[in-house]
């Protein structure tokens, strides 16, 4: 299981980029929090679609909470998924059905950062964690 910083720093330090570039840097660096998958839990069923990257995403519940495990091809994504992922890590299914993941994701401020394609695999995810 994946422990993650809190959403809350996550957004500290994400906000705390005053460049498109120091965003990026920030977004790889959090993208080591990220253990990474082996090559079995890399199969189609976890995969992602809709990514322009490989993204891999795999749901486990442990006393009837929600705990993610996720991986892609690409740092950027990587890093990306850390801040979607402390959103959502531990809590329960019905909580995360819940909650507005769209909107919850803006408080990272990542989607001038973001291509169009990289959103359509954002969404994809979210889609994928709601489900």
């Known amino acids: 299981m994946t422990h993650l910083l809190d959403s809350q720093t996550i957004q500290s330090r994400l906000q705390a980029c005053t460049s498109k570039e120091a965003t990026f840097k920030e977004l790889v660096a959090l993208s080591n ?19 322009e990257s490989a993204v891999w995403l795999i749901e486990e519940h ?4 929600c705990h993610f495990k996720a991986d892609s091809d690409a740092k950027l994504m990587r890093g990306v998924l850390v801040a979607v992922l402390s959103l959502v890590q531990g ?3 019905a909580d995360i059905q819940a909650m507005d993941l769209v909107q919850e994701l803006t408080q990272f ?21 709601s489900s």
């Open 109 to 129: 401020n990542l989607g001038s950062y973001l291509t169009s394609s990289r959103t359509n695999g954002v969404l994809g995810i979210l889609k994928k964690l």
């Open 33 to 51: 929090q990220l253990e990474r998958l082996t090559d079995e839990d890399k199969s189609e069923e976890h995969k992602v679609k809709g990514c």
């Open 62 to 65: 442990i006393d009837g909470m």
């Open 91 to 93: 809590k329960s299914k």
